[in-house]
């Protein structure tokens, strides 16, 4: 078990100080001036040489937005966002295209090395681990490295073409495959959508973009790293991925960001279609700054994420680590439209200091026959609110559905909340929903116990929280395991003692 | 030389109420010190402290382990020094597999005294090993922590672990609760194994019957908070005959 001995390994070389992902590169960035108008949407969409179309069709975005209304309706209380004091684009200035890594400015490199995602040692290791065809699973993934707004690395991608899959930037698939983006994209979520899957829809910067052709078994984990960098920035990536009849791609999303002492907005919209017979897994990472033990500071992340399972015996499985940010507003969701389709959530959501997390799925079953499934672990700590929303509906017609959904939550120190908040419609007689909650709390004994065999309180609770979220994080890749396993032991230090 | 543990004149409250009250006690390398005593003499309290548990506040005394104030030093810090307390209850950790745990242990101890990690081979080596003479299947190696394990299965695992971490000074809370006699026997053989010339144990039991398979070299009564009575392992023998009641009333 080479792969579980390295994961053992790099957890214990965690450096255990507070938020280490603190720190800012220092890169000239080119932006758009702040705020926002059509102005600036007519700016990002020039920036991008986008297509008329696409044009038009953020402008009508745009439009949208300007008559619709935040959201209340969450469990997160933040101050009020000033849409006019952000900055809508910003991309690090390069020389030309990058052909390869070395021509990526290094700044960028020593950046993901101190996050731990070293591009170069991934891409020597996917060379030499496996032989070709091996399908043992594990350590091979394609990076599609984002930073700030723009894609800035793309490996492997010779040998993803040999496969017939499109992985690179949304930006360059406008130009090079735009009937395959203009058939897909916000067909999933419309630009009327939500007010921030509306905002995103008109002034997204970029993204990634996949194709994974019929009965295609994509050769290799599709992984983008995303970061916030430059100060003030608004993010709003888009994703649009799809998966044509009896295809199959996992893709792994993982996000850090440098300290910074201002709210930074994040609105990104994530699209998933798959059509008959295929399946998307779709895992994520968070990390953003949480903000100080005051609050102050941290992200704002208000995401659309949503998964379409077009055809009949589809599959989309999402998985989630989320630590980061000071706000989560995210509901990772599939609409369960082909018979027999298949959705599953599995959720770790940790809270601690003052962050307030909302988070949950909805399975909305529309098709005959369809299933779905959802495990949510949720972890309080510090003076953190942490609340599961969720929602299962089985449409009249979508008899024979089924839904098991279970939340836990976990509870460290007096001062935090769990909240579970979760909906339930049946509209025909033969479907079948069970639903299983429980909320505990973290035993001083058991701490005592470990810290006894000689581990410190941190490593103690690591080692519980750990334990308890086994069974999500058993649904991620091996190489996210690692890095989720570092987060929630990074992202609990100082919740006790 | 100096003593492995040596308890001077210790008084220890819990939630307010006085439970140690001026506790002598001095355990030299090699040795095997019993402690019995009446239920509310303080044996589990004694235990608690040495190991540093949190609600324990003491309000005189002091507890050397080797020369060092322990008192002062967290509880993971005197672990790492060598102490080591068998429960009574060994704690359930769900979802956290016994070798997982085993490991995390193992390498916490070691990183903190400065050793280098033992590698997952070679530790699965070591613990299969001890784990085959403690009659413990390695498939309860897989099982989350004392998760479902019956009360035999938990000493042994306690036991396990002793062995692993290679305590300098070992107690033992009542581990003769909830055993039958085989397993009191699997487990007797197991700290047995485990006495040697360096390595100090306090014993602490209600019954005789433990002592009978674990022999110790000295036998103390606790009673009241304090240390009322010191003999050799007839002393055992001759309680399991009289009984706690007279200690009981001169204590009170």
Known sequence: MPAVQETVEQVRSIDVDQYKYGFVTDIESEKAPKGLSEDIVRFISAKKSEPEWMLAWRLDAYRRWLTMKEPTWARVDYPSIDYQDLYYYAAPKTKAAPKSLDEIDPEILKTY???????????????????????????????????????????????????????????????????????????????SDNYFATLNSAVFSDGSFVYVPEGVRCPMELSTYFRINEQKTGQFERTLIIADKGSYVSYLEGCTAPRRDENQLHAAVVELIVLDDAEIKYSTVQNWYPGDAEGKGGIFNFVTKRGDCRGKNAKISWTQVETGSAITWKYPSCILRGDNSRGEFYSIAISNGRQQVDSGTKMIHLGRN???????????????????????????????????????????GPHCGAHTVPYIEAKNSSTVFEHEATTSKISDEMLFYCRQRGMSAEEATALVVNGFVKDVLQQLPMEFAVEAQKLIAISLEGSVG | ?????????????????????????????????????????????????????????????????????????????????????????????????????????????????????????????????????????????????????????????????????????????????????????????????????????????????????????????????????????ELALELEATGYAQYQAEAA
């Not at chain 1, 599961?388 to 939550?409: K, M, Q």
């Not at chain 2, 110790?216 to 009564?221: A, G, L, T």
């Open chain 1, 113 to 191: 090395e101190k996050l731990g995602i070293p591009l170069r040692e991934q891409e020597l290791l996917a060379g030499v681990v496996r032989e070709e065809g091996s399908d043992t699973g594990g350590s091979r993934v394609a990076v599609d490295a984002v930073f700030d707004s723009v894609s800035v690395a793309t490996t492997f991608k010779a040998e993803l073409a040999k496969a017939g899959v499109i992985f690179c930037p949304i930006s360059e698939a406008l130009r090079d495959h735009p009937d395959l983006v203009r058939k897909y994209l916000g067909t999933v979520v419309p630009t």
């Open chain 1, 370 to 412: 369809t299933s779905s499934r959802i495990i949510s672990k949720g972890i309080a700590a510090g003076r953190s609110q942490n609340t599961y929303r969720g929602l299962v509906s089985a449409h009249a017609r979508a008899t024979g559905t089924r839904n098991f959904t279970n939340c836990d939550s976990l509870l460290i």
């Open chain 2, 1 to 233: 030389m100096i003593p492995l543990l040596q308890i001077k004149n210790l008084h220890v409250e819990v939630g307010g109420r006085k439970i140690l009250n001026g506790l002598d006690l001095v355990v030299d390398k090699g040795k095997v010190h019993a402690i019995m005593g009446p239920n509310g003499a303080g044996k589990s309290t004694l235990s608690y402290v040495l190991a540093g548990k949190p609600g324990y506040e003491v309000t005189d005394g002091e507890v050397l382990f080797d020369g060092e104030d322990v008192l002062a030093m967290e509880p993971d810090a005197r672990a790492a020094r060598g102490l080591f307390l068998a429960f009574q209850y060994p704690m359930e950790i769900p979802g956290v597999a016994t070798l997982t745990f085993l490991r995390t242990a193992f390498n916490a101890q070691r990183k903190k005294r400065g050793e280098p990690e033992l590698s997952v081979p070679d530790l699965m080596k070591r613990v299969r090993e001890i784990a085959a003479k403690l009659d413990i299947n390695p498939e309860m190696l897989r099982r989350p922590l004392n998760v479902g394990f019956s009360g035999g299965e938990k000493k042994r695992n306690e036991t396990l672990q002793m062995a692993l971490l290679e305590p300098r000074l070992c107690v033992l809370d009542e581990t003769d609760s909830g055993l039958d006699i085989d397993a009191l026997k699997v487990v007797a053989d197991g700290v047995n194994r485990l006495r040697s010339p360096e390595r100090g144990f306090v014993v602490i039991t209600h019954y005789q019957r433990l002592l009978n398979h674990i022999v110790p070299d000295v036998v103390h009564v606790l009673a009241a908070g304090r240390v009322v009575r010191t003999g050799g392992k």
